[in-house]
């Protein structure tokens, strides 16, 4: 019998795993060539992200990080989803850990006065595409995006969300 999926804000006792979802995810599974040193927020997110409006959560099943999702404000009522991480074991509908996840921000947003979301992603993620445009996600141009959004090397999808 499967236990319940805990959300919960990231403390710093996580730190170590959810760097090593993040790269296992990023550079084993989907060979992107991205580096532990080109995400430095990685390494400072209550710095980064959980200041302003935004925040960082974990996934939590048995006590093992799972998933991960942030929201950095990037000022104007607008936010930059980022790090939204699901190890394979756990996603889809059985757990809904991205759906968890996602929720949790969508409200923390609302909460937060937040009036628009947006996110960049790489060409590989392609279920991820469909899970945004599910929720409501628009695709956009690179053009469209705010002039602070904190844009990765490999980003080269970007949605947005109109709370």
Request: charged content about 25%; cysteine-free.
């Amino acid at each position: 019998m499967k236990t319940e999926m805990e959300i919960q804000k990231y403390t710093n006792e996580y730190q170590n795993s959810v760097v090593e979802l993040i790269a296992f995810i990023q550079q084993q599974e989907y060979n992107i060539p991205i580096k532990l040193e080109d995400q430095p927020d990685l390494f400072s997110i209550e710095k980064v992200y959980q200041s302003g409006r935004g925040n960082f959560w974990i996934a939590l099943h048995n006590g093992d990080v799972v998933g991960t999702i942030a929201l950095q404000d990037i000022g104007n009522q607008q936010a930059a989803l980022k790090k939204l991480f699901v190890h394979p074991d756990y996603r889809g509908k059985s757990y809904g850990t991205a759906a968890h996840l996602l929720h949790t921000v969508l409200e923390w947003a609302e909460q937060q006065a937040i009036v628009k979301i947006i996110l960049g992603t790489t060409e590989q993620f392609k279920a991820a595409h469909r899970f945004y445009e599910k929720h409501g996600f628009l695709e956009i141009t690179e053009r469209e995006l705010p002039e602070d959004f904190p844009k990765l090397k490999v980003d080269t999808k970007f949605f947005t969300y109109v709370i």
